[in-house]
C-alpha cells in the first residue's frame, strides 16, 4: 500500500478526505491445497482472503484493478455509499461491464461520513466465492471508538469453500435447473479447522493475553449460506453492525447473512486455555441439503499449551429462527434521530423463489427442480435478467431496449404470500422475467416493505441494497399488516443488508440522494443467479452535488 497524501484524482465537486489511499489488485489464480485437494482459485495478489482495504473516515480509496485471470472480474465496495461514484459501485451489468481477462480499471471513491467494518467482493458470477476481502475505515484522527478501546484487534472473514472451480459451478447449476450443492467446507480466514479432513492444522487462532479485551471485526463472505458464530465460554459486545455505531448488546452467538459485518468486543477474562471459535449454519428453508460440519479457530490464551484440547463452542441448531430474532432485537443504532418520520413513496416488494415450467427438450438434465421444473427466484414476482450492456451506462447514455422503467411498487397480484402461490393456485408457481427498473426522484423519501414468501419455501433472505445505507424501523412474523405492524422511529439500526425473517417481512426506510443506478439483491449468489433482485435508478437533483459525474476514462467495454 502506498499512501500519499496530494488529494490526486479527487472529484472537484466532492470535498476530499484527509488522504488519499492507493491499492493495487492483481486479480490472478493461484494454487492452493485445502482439504488435501489442490487446485487454482482466483485471489487478488494470491491472497485468499484477500488484501484488507485500510482507510479512514472521509478519505479517498482508488484501486487500480488489474485481470491477468482468465474470467470476467469487478469488484464491489459492499457497504460503501459511492456518494456520486456510482461509476464505481462495481455490480457487473449494472453499473459496468466486466473487467475482461488482460484489462484493468481503477475505482475512485470517497469514504463520505463512514467508518468501521465492511468488505469488498468479486461481483460478476460465483467468483465472490474466493475474491474477497475486508474493508477497515478508522475514524478521524482523534476521533475515538465510542466503546473502550481494545488492546488489539482481528479479522474474522467467514467463507465457503467449494473443490469445484466456482465459475464452472454457477454454470453448471443454472443448466441443472436445480439447486446448487453445498459447500465442501466452511472456513475463517480461508480455513476450514479440525473438523474437515486433512485441516487439523489448517486452522486460524487468535492470541490472547489474559485480561485484555479484544475487537473482532467479523464479515460473513460466504456465498449461499447463512452462518452462526459463538466463542466458547466467552460473551461478545456488539458495538457496530454494518459500518454503523450500535448501543453496545451482548449475546452469546450471532448471525451473519453473506454481505453482513458486525464488531464485537470479547475479553479474554476466563480461565487460561484454548477455547474454539465455531462457525456454523443458520438454515431457514426446509428440504434444502446444507454443510452442517462447522469450521473452527482458537481464541487461545498465552500461557495455554499449544497441545491441549480446546473447549468446543455451542452453537445454536441450524433452524433455530429464535436465536436469530434475539440478536436482531438487540441492534440499536447508538444515536437516535435521523430516521425519516415523513414518507414520498411507499414500496412494498415480495421476495422468494418460483419454479418455472420446464421448456428443455432434455428435461432429465436441464429440470431438475421441484416438480421437474426450474428452479427461479423473484421480486414482486418478476425474476431480474441481466441486461448485456451496463444499465448505468444504458441509463446515461440513454441507450434503448436494455430496461425498462415498470418495476411495480407493489405485487402484481395480492395473495397469501407466505402460504400461498401467484394466482391461489398451489400449483402456479411462475413468475415473469424481465429487466425492470424503479425510478426515483433526487431526495424521495422511500419506505420499502420487503415480504417473503412461500412460494417455494419460505426463508430468511440477506436483502442488499447497493448505494445506501437504510434504516430497519421494523420487522415480523406473516404478512406485513400496516394495521399492527411496530415500527421503531427512535433508534433503529442502519444497515446495508437486512437478513428478512423466514415467513416475515422487514420495513426499510432511506432518502434516496445519491444519483445512479443502484442493484438491491438477496445477497445469496444463488438467488441473485435466479433473479432475485430489482434496481434503483436515483435521478439527478439540482447542481454538481446531486448530480453523477461523467464515467470515467477506462471505465470496461462489453
Ligand atoms: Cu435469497
Known sequence: MVLRSSPLHVL????????????DFKVQTT?????????????????YPGPVVYAQEDDRVIVKVTNESPYNVTIHWHGIRQMLSCWSDGPSYITQCPIQAGQSFTYEFTLVKQKGTLLWHAHVSWLRGTVYGAIVMYPKAGVPYPFTYPYKEHIIILGEYWLKDVVQLEKAVLASGGGPPPADAFTINGHPGPNYNCSNNDAYKIDVVPGKTYLLRLVNAGLNMENFFSIANHRMTIVEADGEYTKPFTTDRVMLGPGQTMNVLVTGDQSIGKYSMAMGPYMSAQGIPFQNISAIAYFQYLGALPTSLSLPARLPSFNDNLAVKMVMDGLRSLKSGHVPKEIDQNLYYTIGLNVQQCHSPTPQQNCQGLNNGTMAASMNNISFVKPKISLLEAYYNRINGQFTEDFPGVPLKFYDFVNGAPNNSPNNTQSMIGTRTFVLEYGTRVQLILQDTGTVSTENHPIHLHGYSFYVVGYGSGNYNPQTAQFNLVDPPYLNTIGVPVGGWAAIRFVADNPGVWFM???????LSWGLAS??????????????????ADLPRC
Open 12 to 23: 472537484a465537486q466532492w470535498p476530499g478526505g484527509r488522504s488519499t489511499r492507493f491499492y
Open 31 to 47: 494454487r492452493i491445497t485445502k482439504l488435501c485437494n489442490t487446485k487454482d482459485i482466483v485471489t487478488v495478489n494470491g491472497m
Open 521 to 527: 439483491h438477496c445477497h445469496f449468489d444463488i438467488h
Open 535 to 552: 434496481v434503483f435508478i436515483v435521478k439527478n437533483g439540482k447542481g454538481e452535488l446531486e448530480t453523477l459525474p461523467h464515467p470515467p
